[in-house]
C-alpha cells in the first residue's frame, strides 16, 4: 500500500532511511529535505521559519497589488498609507534619480554643528529620527516598577553588530571587520568623497567606533536585568555623564517631564561623556553624517541599497543575490505600518476555528506546566508557590490585538519614500513619547499579526503568537494533534518557559524584577542552569566557531521546557482522544518528528558564524538534538541505548522544569 502524503501532516518519505534517529535525530527528520532544499541566492538561511516568513510575505503581496489596483482610497486612510508607501518604495526611478537628495537636509544639519552644544543638539534631533548615534533612547515598562513607563538609555552608536568584531582578532572577527572598513569607505565615496579622504574618514570613524565598543556591555552581560537596571536622577544622571546638557536633550527630544530615567550601561555613558571632549568636532561631524547616510541606505537609489547590501547582507550572512525590491518594500511597510496592514492581513488569512484549536492547546500546555512545577523535587514549597502564582497571571494573546493602533495625521506620499521612513519615525516618537504621560497600556503588542514569530514580554507578563505562526508546518487545523502538539505546542511551551528561565525568573508575577525565590531554590536552579550552559559550550558550528552556552542558556532553558510541556499536554490530549499508530510510528515518535521540523533549515556558514557571535539562540540543529538528548521520553520512544550518538548518562540529562 502506498503511504498517503500528509495523512497527518508530515510526509515519512522525508525520515532518512541512512541515519538512525538514535544518532543524530536532527538529520534523521531533516537531512533529505536539507538535501532537496537548497538555500535560494536571496536568502542566508532557509527552512521551517524562513519559508513561512517568504509564504507570508506572498500573502502580503497580494495584498498589495490589490490596494494598488481600487479606484478610490480616502487620504489617511490605512489603505492609502499603506498602498503609497509601498508605491513610493517601489519608484526605483524616481528614486535613483533624487539619489542622496532626500536627506541632504539632515547632511546640512550635521555640517552646521561648529560648538559641542551644536553637536548635542544634532544627535537629539538624529535620536528623534530613531537612528541611534552614540547611544539609544527608548521608552519601557519600569522593571522594578512594571505600573509605569520609563524613559531608558543605553549604548549604541556602532555599524557592526556586536563590540567583539572591533576588538578581537580571530579570523572571524578580522574578516567581518575588513568586509565592513570596505563597506564604510565605499559608502564616504557614494557621499562624495575623494579615494584619499574617503581612506583617512574611514579609520577616523573605526577609532571612534572602536572607543565605543571598548566601553560597551559585553551582550552577555546585557542579557542580565540586574546588572542593566540603573534608576538615576537627573542629578545622578548629570554626575555620570557630566559632558551632556541632560535637560537641553530631554527637551530636544519631546520627552515630558520625568522624575528619573534608566541607565543600562551608567559605565558606557560617562565614557561616550569623556569622549565628546576628546575626540574632535570634525570628526563626530563625520561619524554622524556616515550613520544617517548608512541607516537610510535603503530607502535612497540603487547603489546606496547595493552598497549596503554588501555589508550586512553579503558579508555578515553569506546572502548571494538582494531580495526582489517588492520584498524590501514590505518590510519597511511592515515596520512603518505593520498594524494596519496587520489588520487586513488576520481579515483574509486567520480563522476563528484556528483561534479556537490554538485556545484549547494553549489551555493544555497551561495545565501541564502547573502539574509540572507542583510535581518538581528541587523547589521548596515556598517558592513554588510563587511559581504558581506567576503561572496563573500570565496573560495569552493569540492572533492579533484587540485593539489596532492608529496612524491619524500622519502623511505620506506616493513619490517621497526616504521622506516617508522619516515622517513615519517622527510619527512614531511622538506615539512612543506620549506612552511617558499615561498608564501601561496592557493591550500592546510587539510583534504584528503577520509576524512568523512569538514572545514573551517579562514586565507585562504575557506571551504572543501572532495569527502568521498559527500555520503549517507549525499549526494545521486538519493535523493530526502529535503535530501540533509537537510544533506550535512547543513554540508555546518555550515562551512560557521564558518566564522561569535565567531571566524570566526575576522577574515576579507582577511583572517587577524582584527576587521571589529562596536563595536555596536560587542556587539549585543556577546549578541546573549551568548544566545546560556546559552542554551547549561544547557544541561547534562552521570553522570550529563554538556556541556561547552563556549567551543562548535563556533560549536553552526555554527550549527544554518547551519540549517536556509540550509533550505533558499531548499526553492530556491522548488521553482525550485514544491512541492509534499511524506510518507505522507511535503518537510519540511523531510528536518528536514535528517537534524536530519545528527547527528544520539549512544556513549559509557567514550566517551560522554571526549567529553564535550575537544571537540569544542556538542554531537550529542543537534547538532539536540539545533538549532530545536530555529527554528520558525520547529515549523511551525511540529506545536510545548507551553507545548511541544521542546517549548522554542520566546524570547529565538536564531539563530545568
Ligand atoms: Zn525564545
Known sequence: MTKKKFAWGFDVRELDATIRPQDDFYRYVNAQWMRANPIPPAESRWGSFVILRYETDKQLKCIMDELLRM??????????????????????????????????????????????????????????????????????????????????????????????????????????????????????????????????????????????????????????????????????LAKTAPGIDWHRYLRLTQTPDVPYVIVLQPDFFKAVSRLLDTVSLADWRTYLEWHLVNDFSSALSAPFVREAFSFYGTALSGTKRMKPLWRCILGSVNGSLGEPLGQIYVQKHFSPAAKKRMQILVADLFTAYEARLKSLTWMTPATKKKALMKLHSLTRKIGYPDKWKKYTGLVLSPTDYAGNLIRSSLFEHKRQMKKLRGPIDRSEWFMYPQTVNAYFAPNLNDIVFPAAILQPPFFGLDADDSVNYGAIGAVIGHEITHGFDDEGSKFDAKGNLKSWWTQEDRKRFEAKAKKVEKQFDRYTVADGLKVNGKLTLGENIADLGGLSIAYDAYQLSLARTGRKDIDELTPEQRFFIAFAIFERENARPEFEKMQVLTDPHSPGKFRINGPTSNFDEFYKAFGVKKGDKMFRPAPDREMVW
Open 71 to 236: 479606484k478610490r482610497v480616502v487620504q489617511g486612510s490605512p489603505e492609502q498609507l499603506i498602498r503609497d508607501l509601498y508605491r513610493s518604495g517601489m519608484d526605483m526611478e524616481r528614486r535613483n534619480k533624487l539619489g542622496i537628495q532626500p536627506i541632504a537636509a539632515w547632511r546640512n544639519k550635521i555640517a552646521g554643528a561648529h560648538t559641542k552644544q551644536q553637536l548635542l543638539d544634532v544627535i537629539a534631533e538624529l535620536h528623534v529620527l530613531g537612528i541611534g548615534v552614540l547611544w539609544g533612547a527608548g521608552i519601557d515598562q519600569d522593571a522594578k516598577n512594571s505600573e509605569r513607563y520609563a524613559l531608558h538609555f543605553g549604548q549604541d552608536g556602532l555599524g557592526m553588530p556586536e563590540r567583539e568584531y572591533y576588538l578581537k582578532n580571530d579570523a572571524e572577527s578580522l574578516r567581518v571587520r575588513r568586509a565592513y572598513l570596505k563597506h564604510v569607505e565605499r559608502l564616504y565615496r557614494l557621499m562624495g568623497e575623494g579615494p584619499s579622504s574617503a581612506k583617512v574618514l574611514t579609520q577616523k570613524l573605526l577609532a571612534i567606533e572602536t572607543a565605543l565598543a571598548n566601553a560597551s556591555m559585553k551582550k552577555e552581560d546585557r542579557r542580565d536585568p540586574d546588572k542593566t537596571y540603573h534608576k538615576m536622577t537627573h542629578a545622578q
